[in-house]
């Protein structure tokens, strides 16, 4: 039985060392090199190409361009498959709805040293996170992290008072994060059906191109730069990631007690 | 040059051997939240290999963000010989994604699993009956 351990620790050493040479010595293509790949090529080229419209996506950021133009349809079943975990974590959670004692509830919580720095950061946490979102198509950031960063500002509210709190004062209940979830998705198959309606035959093309060269949304609004589609995708994605995440945490606070007594365990 | 690629070489041991042993995690972890645990550590250490596969050496090395709005051919070519590979960190935000995803489940599966059988280690749990 030892013998048989030692001779797959060895063996796992030996692959791992092959594995790492291969790597190195340029087995998966360039490793980290003084050049980057044509495709990575043909991306940094075309992202903000003005002087050639023909494949431009309107955005300076080559990641935002990549992940809601040129991959478009890859980001939507990407999120997608965020909304269905999420669906699958409420399935597992189905229980009636949660009633706790209000004045039990109301004495809990942090001290109150942290509940007044909870209340000066909570609107710190959703501004940051909103302008992330409005900006992910020029600067790093976009729908998902911002919709990320949104959701820590419920979870300190949750951390430092309670999730009565939450549910009762800022009336933000499982079933609204889930309905406000549903909402950004289908905005985003809306901004996706809209140019399709108008006569455009690309689907997720944020930008005029050859083979779509009857609609488009636009790409700056006066002085705002808003990279056409490209600017509400990340809307619609912050709204849905934040109160995705909002649901799970909502979910993942409900008091044990409560639960066992629910599940009459 | 030679201390780059023993860095280099010294990067992908690091993440290499994070990988095997979080796979080991996965594999003889004797509780759920271990083997969950083990499990963001691999999609984690996965990530940051993705990025390391995208970086460029060289002098000066940007990321793939063009800093203005009105570009001139110049700024273009500039740009596409100092930024790095984007086409990494694209599916790295895809992977996150997911990964966040599965991991979310996976926490609500592992608490439900908890409750109704008071144990998340493996072995226990597959000793259990009905």
């Known amino acids: 039985m030892r013998l048989r351990e030692v001779a797959i620790g060895i063996m796992a050493a030996t692959l791992l060392f092959a594995i790492m040479l291969a790597v190195t010595l340029g087995g998966t293509g360039w490793t980290p090199s003084t050049e980057i790949r044509p495709l990575a090529k043909f991306y940094l080229e075309n992202c903000f190409n003005v002087f050639n419209k023909d494949l431009w996506a309107a955005s300076p950021e080559a990641v935002c361009a990549m992940l809601w133009d040129y991959r478009g349809i890859d980001t939507y079943y990407e999120t997608a498959v965020f909304f269905l975990a999420v669906i699958g974590g409420v399935a597992i959670f189905r229980v009636a709805e949660i009633k706790i004692s209000v004045t039990r509830e109301r004495q809990r919580g942090l001290s109150i040293i942290v509940k007044s720095v909870s209340r000066i950061v909570f609107p710190l946490i959703v501004i940051t996170s909103a302008s992330v979102a409005f900006h992910g198509h020029l600067t790093p950031g976009g729908g998902f992290q911002a919709g990320s960063i949104l959701a820590i500002a419920p979870l300190v509210l949750i951390a430092a008072f309670s999730r009565h709190f939450i549910e009762e004062d800022l009336r933000l209940t499982k079933d609204k994060c889930l309905t406000l979830r549903t909402v950004g998705l289908i905005a985003i198959a809306l901004i996706v059906a809209i140019p399709i309606l108008a006569g455009a035959m690309a689907l997720m093309q944020n930008q005029v191109k050859p083979w779509s060269h009857h609609f488009s949304y636009p790409e700056a609004l006066g002085p705002l730069w808003l990279a056409g589609s490209l600017f509400f995708y990340n809307v619609a994605e912050y709204l849905t990631v934040g109160a995705g995440f909002t649901l799970l945490f909502l979910l993942m606070s409900i008091p044990e007690e409560e639960f066992r007594r629910i599940l009459k365990l | ?130």
């Not at chain 2, 994604?97 to 493996?122: D, E, P, S």
């Open chain 2, 1 to 130: 040059m030679i201390i780059e690629a023993i860095l280099q070489l010294y990067g992908y041991a690091a993440l290499i051997t994070v990988v095997a042993i979080s796979l080991y995690g996965i594999v003889r972890g004797p509780s759920l939240i271990k083997k969950l645990i083990a499990l963001t550590i691999l999609g984690d250490t996965a990530n940051v290999l993705i990025i390391f596969l995208g970086f460029r050496f060289g002098g000066e090395i940007y990321p793939p963000i063009l800093p203005t709005l009105n570009p001139t051919q110049e700024t273009i070519s500039w740009f596409i010989s100092v930024a790095v590979d984007p086409v990494p960190q694209c599916l790295v935000i895809t992977a996150i994604v997911i990964n966040m995803a599965i991991t979310m489940f996976l926490a609500f599966l592992i608490i439900q699993v908890y409750r109704l059988y008071g144990t998340t280690m493996v072995k226990k749990i597959a000793r259990l009956k009905g």
